[in-house]
């Protein structure tokens, strides 16, 4: 499986983080070789009856697998799909969400299926889909053959984890987490969404009606408008013209595309206000 990247507009390249956390599984399975899959299954796989004495399962699960071929497929996905997201991301961003996909396939394991679960395929499937989401009309060629484009491929692949999670499947499958995966990464892709409409829409009326406001909190960074006047705050003209820029790209692209200098740009500028 691989996409096409004449269609996809650049060149392709891994990136650190995707490379990080495959190094980090591989590393995990060939310690649980040299260790025994008995024991690190029983210590760091994901419980549901284990979950309160072993909490930290819900993340180390996802660095593990129980076979060659489980490994090989994850990380064959993660390889191709996980650079563009991380590309358009960022590394902090890319494994917020990679994580965030892993504990929504913990969420409805512990619902519905009470076995031991390890593996990173909630996470796979969640970069799947989000890899679906940013370039809908991408193919992928199947077995480097047949082109599908991202959004049917995924699509199908959404119908397959449900009617097997759902369908009574003991094929030995961990398919709860795999739509786990799924939902949560779609969850907070749409979250993302949603957010976007409202800062176009919040940029659209401050042009018109007074003047921008930024404000950086710990970890998100939040936009209102002041209407102290009835014209443009005109302080630096240059320097709001460049915020404007920055507003356009968070409602194209989402706030996780903002580069480190764009972030600092906005906290200048929350900062001018405050004192003013």
């Not at 697998?65 to 590394?91: S, T």
């Not at 961003?93 to 512990?110: H, I, P, R, T, W």
């Not at 739509?179 to 969404?193: E, N, S, T, V």
Request: net charge positive; with cysteine.
């Amino acid at each position: 499986m691989a996409y096409s990247t004449t269609s996809f507009g650049f060149r392709y390249m891994i990136t650190p983080m995707v490379k990080n956390l495959i190094i980090a599984n591989v590393a995990a399975f060939f310690l649980t070789l040299l260790v025994g899959p008995n024991l690190m299954f029983d210590w760091f796989a994901f419980q549901p009856t284990q979950i309160f004495f072993r909490p930290w399962g819900v993340f180390t699960y996802m660095f593990l697998h129980g076979g060659w071929w489980h490994l090989f497929f994850n990380m064959l996905v993660l390889f191709f799909f996980g650079p563009p997201l991380e590309g358009r991301w960022g590394e902090n961003e890319f494994l917020k969400f990679y994580f965030c996909c892993g504990l929504g396939g913990v969420v409805l394991s512990y619902l519905f299926l009470p076995a031991v679960v390890v593996g990173a395929s909630a996470g796979m499937y969640g970069l799947m889909l989000a890899f679906a989401m940013n370039w809908p009309n991408v193919p992928i060629y199947i077995w480097g053959i047949f082109p599908v484009k991202a959004k049917y491929l995924v699509s199908l692949i959404v119908v397959i984890a449900a009617l097997s999670a759902f369908g009574g499947s003991n094929d030995g499958v961990a398919h709860f987490a795999h739509l786990g995966g799924l939902a949560a990464g779609f969850i907070y892709l749409r979250a993302d969404w949603r957010l976007n409409r409202y800062l176009s829409w919040l940029k659209k009326k401050t042009s018109r009606s007074g003047r921008l406001t930024v404000v950086r909190t710990d970890s998100h960074v939040g936009y209102s408008a002041d209407n102290v006047s009835g014209k443009r705050h005109a302080d630096d003209p240059v320097l709001f013209d460049r915020v404007d820029e920055v507003l356009d790209k968070i409602s194209a692209k989402g706030m996780s595309s903002l580069t480190p200098e764009e972030l600092k740009l906005l906290d200048r500028v929350s900062k001018h206000h405050r004192t003013n």
